[in-house]
């Protein structure tokens, strides 16, 4: 791969998990993101206009946008054909790895499992997604898996929001977590773009005060 999904991610903290109903919105949506300072979209592959979403937002935006929910090669290629510069998926095979490397394409694969973290460290992997983090055992379970798997560093996603967000982020081995309480699909449906505003800049406030 040219870029691995460490460094493509490297200066992002949230990554806005986003599913598109109406390609209408796409746009709006993303440019509502981006002028209000978050420019990583995970567009999740959930509706018959997620790749067209995709292809509009690459194309139009300067955001970073990366396919979710991919399960299959079909998924991957045609995300990356649409323009997305990275895969999320909600656990893994080792063909989908194996799929994405030949496609040069980076990927973050889902895990709960110690033996997934250590077979896919194997393959030279040390970003996952920790999916569903909430049900996996969450943050303890995080700070557990520290101890005998050091190298290792994780985006929880699954039951994280803006209540415990900042929690996750605080673990040493947390790089960036992802979650739809940025623009709930139901302000996304309504065309809320000054409520999403609001809801990211809730957010940003509150990620300045643990980094300064």
Known sequence: M??????????TSVIPVIEITDLANALPLAQTFYDSGIKTLEIVLRTPVAIDAIRLISNNTNCLVGAGSVLTRSDAHLAKEAGAQFIVSPGFT?????????????????????????????RGLSLFKFFPASSS???????????????????????????????????TNVKCVGGSWLAPSH??????????????????????????
């Open 137 to 171: 055992g969450g943050i303890d379970a995080l700070k557990a898996i520290s101890g005998p798997l050091p190298h290792l560093s994780f985006c929880p996603t699954g039951g994280v929001n803006k209540s415990n967000f900042l929690d996750y982020l605080a673990l």
């Open 2 to 11: 040219n870029q691995s999904i460490e460094q493509l991610l490297d200066s």
């Open 187 to 212: 302000t996304i449906i309504a065309k809320q773009w000054e409520q999403i505003r609001n809801n990211i800049t809730e957010t940003l406030a509150l990620l300045d005060q643990i980094q300064l």
């Open 94 to 122: 080792p063909k989908l790895i194996t799929d994405c490397e030949s496609m040069a394409i980076p990927i973050l694969p889902g895990v709960s499992t110690a033996s997934e973290m250590m077979g896919l460290s194997e």
